[in-house]
């Protein structure tokens, strides 16, 4: 039985008992309390009607349609790894215990029309870590501002897709757990500053992959 995972908390389940967002039906929920919790912290401003494909394959309908879909799976496939590099990328023990609350991880991909594996049907571009208020200004759709009391295990990053030319054509806050925040704010100095200035390197090298399970192995370094 095919498993899907909750969008918000991670849970693994048969996508028989995930129930999907009625509104954009790209993301699932294990519960009503998961959807009504992304939906406050930051799905609301992402979620966008879904596409009609109504008008048949090829059109502009069905096109950004197959755009979503691909994104979305590629998401699911590596949430537990984007969420592990972004939060090592924030480089906790150099900086205020409060940096989850303040910026945001970066993650630019494009999109590689053709790959077999829906965990390699985008790659990376590049990655940074930006200021809330800077992402404020880049993406005011989404209405990214600094949250007070963020839960410590808790942090947000950002995928934003680019077509060939480079232009912004989907951006996605995903706010997420984590379970390790505490021991990588622990972490030795040297060694997050170390991890903090190649996590692009290493999330590209893993992504290219296209092992999934190497999330695993990467959280075993912060540990």
């Not at 997420?176 to 996590?199: C, D, L, Q």
């Given at each position: 039985?095919?498993?899907?995972?909750?969008?918000?908390?991670?849970k693994?389940?048969?996508?028989?008992?995930?129930?999907?967002?009625?509104r954009?039906?790209n993301?699932?929920?294990?519960?009503?309390?998961?959807?009504?919790?992304?939906?406050?912290?930051?799905?609301?401003?992402?979620?966008?009607?879904?596409?009609d494909?109504?008008?048949?394959?090829?059109?502009?309908?069905?096109?950004?349609?197959?755009?979503?879909?691909?994104l979305?799976?590629?998401?699911?496939i590596?949430?537990?790894?984007?969420?592990?590099?972004?939060?090592v990328?924030?480089?906790?023990?150099?900086?205020?215990?409060?940096?989850?609350?303040?910026?945001?991880?970066?993650?630019?991909?494009?999109?590689?029309?053709?790959?077999?594996?829906?965990?390699?049907?985008?790659?990376?571009?590049?990655?940074?870590?930006?200021?809330?208020?800077?992402?404020?200004v880049?993406?005011?759709?989404?209405?990214?501002?600094?949250?007070?009391?963020?839960?410590?295990?808790?942090?947000?990053?950002?995928?934003?897709?680019?077509?060939?030319?480079?232009?912004?054509i989907?951006a996605?806050?995903?706010?997420?757990?984590?379970?390790?925040?505490?021991i990588?704010r622990?972490?030795?100095?040297?060694?997050?500053?170390?991890?903090?200035?190649?996590?692009?390197?290493?999330?590209?090298?893993?992504i290219?992959?296209?092992?999934?399970?190497?999330?695993?192995?990467?959280?075993?370094?912060?540990l």
């Amino acid at each position: 039985m095919k498993e899907g995972k909750c969008y918000w908390c991670g849970k693994s389940l048969p996508h028989s008992e995930l129930k999907r967002c009625v509104r954009c039906l790209n993301v699932c929920y294990c519960s009503r309390e998961c959807q009504k919790d992304a939906w406050v912290n930051g799905h609301k401003k992402s979620c966008t009607p879904h596409p009609d494909p109504g008008a048949g394959k090829n059109s502009i309908g069905w096109r950004e349609l197959e755009i979503d879909k691909a994104l979305t799976r590629w998401l699911d496939i590596w949430r537990p790894m984007l969420s592990h590099v972004a939060l090592v990328a924030l480089d906790l023990s150099n900086h205020p215990a409060n940096r989850n609350e303040t910026h945001l991880v970066i993650i630019w991909v494009v999109a590689r029309p053709g790959m077999r594996s829906p965990s390699q049907n985008h790659r990376i571009l590049k990655g940074e870590v930006w200021p809330v208020e800077r992402c404020d200004v880049e993406w005011p759709q989404l209405e990214l501002k600094a949250v007070k009391d963020f839960e410590d295990d808790r942090l947000r990053f950002m995928v934003v897709l680019e077509d060939q030319y480079g232009i912004t054509i989907r951006a996605r806050s995903v706010t997420t757990g984590t379970g390790v925040a505490t021991i990588v704010r622990a972490m030795p100095k040297e060694s997050s500053r170390n991890m903090a200035a190649r996590w692009v390197e290493d999330l590209s090298k893993i992504i290219d992959g296209g092992d999934a399970k190497a999330s695993k192995e990467y959280e075993g370094l912060m540990l």
